[in-house]
């Protein structure tokens, strides 16, 4: 019996293998059918959008996953290479019953992964996800479809376009980027087409790079988690601003006109206060986090008479309590930032596009404006482990995990996840010193390597 196939965003793996296999792909068309089918009371076939990256393995996920659909009586749009939040647009703007993109989004093209929407563009809830499974591996449980009642698929590639009017329109009418000159890496990824549409049609003077996608090279050595060569990009072309996207552009890097790259945090803080000068936000509304966002942004958050409010890692996991509590605005390090009042999940190029609108407003030097967010050090390892027993069992790494926070003497954090999407334990330790967090970080780290590396 495998393990849960769903992780903290869909279901994440090496291609080719399980869970990312054509034979579960197709399962999952099915479950996703009948879900959609009998939710409700739905009279006609369920329509399914599915987009996805520029990953090699895309090729048979996509033809897998939409012969589950029409197997099982649904209407598959193919939309080709589209932006996760492309896609979820797309979703509510076809009237769709369903979204689905193939991606792993910042990982290498050896992976891949499949996120779903519902029909309003919402990643779907942990409750749904485990109703999805059972049917995906209790088949009998759902009709068998023949004849007329099978379903059918065509593929639409120009819907791309609604996208681009949408996110445009993000921008707010006041502004424009006439004279700007913006480098924008696309990870050889889903935006390398859209990317730099976008920021044409809007007046910047664009630079392109990582837009040549071969199926193989999508986030190599480029996009967000690799802004090296934005940087020297920026310099090389004296730009005003570069912008990293990944994999599936629903995160953004900022790169400033040096050639710095700024802190996720920093630029939450800073939008924070712009949505609060701007009047989206008032004085005592919540901006959300989650358990991984600096305490030096909680601080600032704070002094700006707003809340602060932490979730599990993952822009879902901010999505969901924004629909609970009324949240407009939150974010993560990693450059998920979401504007409820645009988007329904994370989205790097609108971000990258609000941002610049802040810049706008304040119209004073970016090292400025960032200034005023003052993080503490932060140190972030990974460590591989076999397998992941619940890390609250294993004594030696409890009593390692309790004598670290005792060194911080109250001031500082630790967190220690595994990651949702890969073999790794996730540690973080962040404190007022920048040596002595480093050193308890590793010593953990070693630690959960020596306790795990055996389990």
Sequence with gaps: MHDRIFGTDGIRGRANIYPMTCEVATALGRAVTHYFQTKGDKVKPPVIVVGKDTRLSCYMLEQAFGAGVCSQG????????????????????????????ISASHNSFTDNGIKIFDSKGHKLPDSVEVELEDLVKNPKNMPIMEGSSLGNAKRLDEVFGRYVVYA????????????????????????YKVGPMILRELGAEV??????????????????????????????YRADLGICLDGDADRFVIVDSLGDVLHGDQLIGVLAKFLLDTGVLKKGDEVIGTIMSNVGLEYYVKSLGLKFHRTKVGDRYIIEYMKQSGALFGGEPSGHVI??????????????????????????????????????????KSAPVAQKKPLDEIEKIQEKLKEVKQKLGG?????????GTENLVRVMVEGENEYNVGKLCGELVFTVQQELATV
Excluded: W
């Design 74 to 101: 649904g209407k598959v749009i193919f939309t080709g290479p589209l932006p996760t939040p492309g896609v979820a647009f797309v979703t509510t703007s076809m009237r769709a019953d369903a979204g689905i993109m």
């Design 207 to 236: 630079f392109p790079i990582g837009v040549e996608p071969n199926g193989q090279n999508i986030n190599l050595n480029c996009g967000s988690l690799h802004p090296e060569k934005t940087r020297d990009a920026v310099k090389e």
């Design 168 to 191: 445009k329109s993000s921008l707010s009418k006041r502004y424009d980027l006439e004279g700007m000159r913006i480098v924008l890496d696309c990870a050889n990824g889903a935006a």
């Design 339 to 380: 504007f409820k009042n645009f988007s329904t999940t994370g989205d790097g190029i609108l971000g990258a596009l609000k941002f610049i609108e802040c810049l706008k407003f304040y119209n004073i030097p970016l090292k400025e404006l960032i200034s005023k967010v003052s993080l503490y050090p932060q140190v972030m």
């Design 411 to 419: 001031k500082g954090r630790v967190v220690l996840r595994y990651s």
